[in-house]
């Protein structure tokens, strides 16, 4: 503790802060290739560093795009009437951008969704901000994409449903599962599966090693995929092979 406090600070490069006169909140902040960041969230605000997009209201999807000194880039909001927000971002092999969020809107050029509260949203950005393509995915329940990763043949994002594109959910009454997508680089879905137990799971992040996906997040089930030993609202470790088949689960 003595020697953390004698410690100096880092030096600070720059500092600024981003938004409108109402509430943006970021969820992601991530490097680029040319050495600045790209940052992703949601805003509420309509002025300040937000482009007034008069057609889509609440929450909106925000992502911005900094230099190497916090100066923007470029920013761009998306959205409809209802809630959306930017969950991660991944930088493509073309200079563009992957957006995970989510949404509930079907209006202000929002894809059409399967209903229910709330769907999984993925946007192709090109380098410039510009929309490319957008996806929907889930079903009737709760759907949220917390993490996306690119394999060498697609991406891989989580969600939780039971029905519309994503299957198997083992939860009854509403509660959730951890489930993984598999989609192309064009979006297209390849597989979805879903894991847990009868109560809660949920899915939070990815690592792909040595052909292994490794995926963790919470659970509260002793059932289906979770060893009988957990306890309420334990820490999850899931291994999947190449093809989201469990090698273990604890």
């Not at 761009?76 to 200079?95: H, K, L, M, N, P």
């Given at each position: 503790t003595g020697i953390a406090a004698q410690s100096p600070l880092p030096p600070t490069q720059w500092a600024y802060h981003y938004g409108g006169?109402?509430?943006?909140?970021p969820f992601v902040i991530k490097f680029t290739n040319d050495g600045g960041t790209?940052?992703?969230g949601y805003t509420d605000s309509k002025d300040g560093d937000?482009?007034?997009h008069t057609p889509r209201e609440y929450w909106d999807l925000w992502v911005a795009k900094l230099d190497r000194c916090g100066t923007i880039q470029w920013e761009q909001s998306f959205g409809g009437t209802g809630y959306e927000s930017a969950r991660d971002i991944v930088q493509t092999s073309d200079g563009g951008y992957m957006v995970l969020g989510e949404t509930n809107s079907t209006d202000g050029g929002v894809v059409a969704g399967f209903g229910g509260t709330?769907?999984?949203?993925l946007l192709k950005l090109g380098a410039a901000g510009n929309l490319v393509?957008?996806?929907?995915?889930g079903g009737?329940?709760?759907?949220i994409g917390n993490h996306i990763e690119i394999t060498s043949d697609g991406e891989i994002l989580i969600a939780d449903s039971n029905d519309g594109n994503i299957y198997g959910n083992h939860g009854t009454g509403g509660y959730t599962d951890g489930a993984l997508i598999k989609i192309t680089s064009s979006g297209a879905v390849q597989w979805s599966k879903c894991y847990g137990g009868s109560k809660n799971e949920e899915l939070f992040d990815i690592e792909i090693i040595n052909g292994k996906t490794y995926l963790a997040g919470f659970t509260n089930s002793v059932d289906g995929d979770?060893?009988?030993?957990?306890?309420?609202?334990d820490v999850w470790l899931l291994a999947l092979d190449a093809n989201g088949n469990k090698i273990f689960s604890k």
């Amino acid at each position: 503790t003595g020697i953390a406090a004698q410690s100096p600070l880092p030096p600070t490069q720059w500092a600024y802060h981003y938004g409108g006169s109402s509430v943006d909140i970021p969820f992601v902040i991530k490097f680029t290739n040319d050495g600045g960041t790209i940052v992703g969230g949601y805003t509420d605000s309509k002025d300040g560093d937000i482009d007034a997009h008069t057609p889509r209201e609440y929450w909106d999807l925000w992502v911005a795009k900094l230099d190497r000194c916090g100066t923007i880039q470029w920013e761009q909001s998306f959205g409809g009437t209802g809630y959306e927000s930017a969950r991660d971002i991944v930088q493509t092999s073309d200079g563009g951008y992957m957006v995970l969020g989510e949404t509930n809107s079907t209006d202000g050029g929002v894809v059409a969704g399967f209903g229910g509260t709330k769907d999984i949203w993925l946007l192709k950005l090109g380098a410039a901000g510009n929309l490319v393509w957008q996806k929907r995915y889930g079903g009737t329940g709760l759907d949220i994409g917390n993490h996306i990763e690119i394999t060498s043949d697609g991406e891989i994002l989580i969600a939780d449903s039971n029905d519309g594109n994503i299957y198997g959910n083992h939860g009854t009454g509403g509660y959730t599962d951890g489930a993984l997508i598999k989609i192309t680089s064009s979006g297209a879905v390849q597989w979805s599966k879903c894991y847990g137990g009868s109560k809660n799971e949920e899915l939070f992040d990815i690592e792909i090693i040595n052909g292994k996906t490794y995926l963790a997040g919470f659970t509260n089930s002793v059932d289906g995929d979770i060893p009988p030993s957990q306890q309420n609202y334990d820490v999850w470790l899931l291994a999947l092979d190449a093809n989201g088949n469990k090698i273990f689960s604890k």
